[in-house]
């Protein structure tokens, strides 16, 4: 059956049209902006999606450089503090002590 339709060798109408020259030409235009703007979109997602991350990052590493600071630096100098505090405390006593008898 294929052989007798091939046979025959009919013109194909559909390419041999001029006249859709200009519509495959609009469509090749169409897809091509189409490609375009998909490839914008993504671009833009992808952006966006990245400073979202690093915004992530940069509060994530915010927050452990305060607990750093706040582990070797603030509470050890509070500590060093409190333990001034006491011995000027027990420096006035044994003063006040020595200086009575």
């Known amino acids: 059956m294929i052989a007798l339709a091939h046979g025959e060798q009919q013109k194909s109408t559909l390419l041999g049209d001029v006249s859709l020259i200009?519509?495959?030409l609009i469509m090749a235009a169409a897809l091509l902006l189409l490609?375009?703007?998909t490839a914008s979109g993504c671009k833009n997602m992808a952006l966006?999606?990245?400073e979202r991350e690093r915004e992530s990052a940069d509060q994530a590493m915010r927050e452990?450089?305060?607990a750093v600071t706040r582990d070797l630096?603030?509470?050890a100098t509070g500590r060093?503090?409190?333990q001034y505090?006491?011995?000027r405390k027990e420096l006035a006593v044994a003063a006040g002590v020595m200086g009575g008898a």
């Open 64 to 66: 452990r450089v305060a």
């Open 35 to 37: 490609g375009f703007l």
């Open 80 to 82: 060093e503090i409190a």
């Open 22 to 24: 200009p519509w495959l």
């Open 85 to 87: 505090e006491r011995f």
């Open 73 to 75: 630096v603030l509470d």
């Open 48 to 50: 966006l999606a990245a």
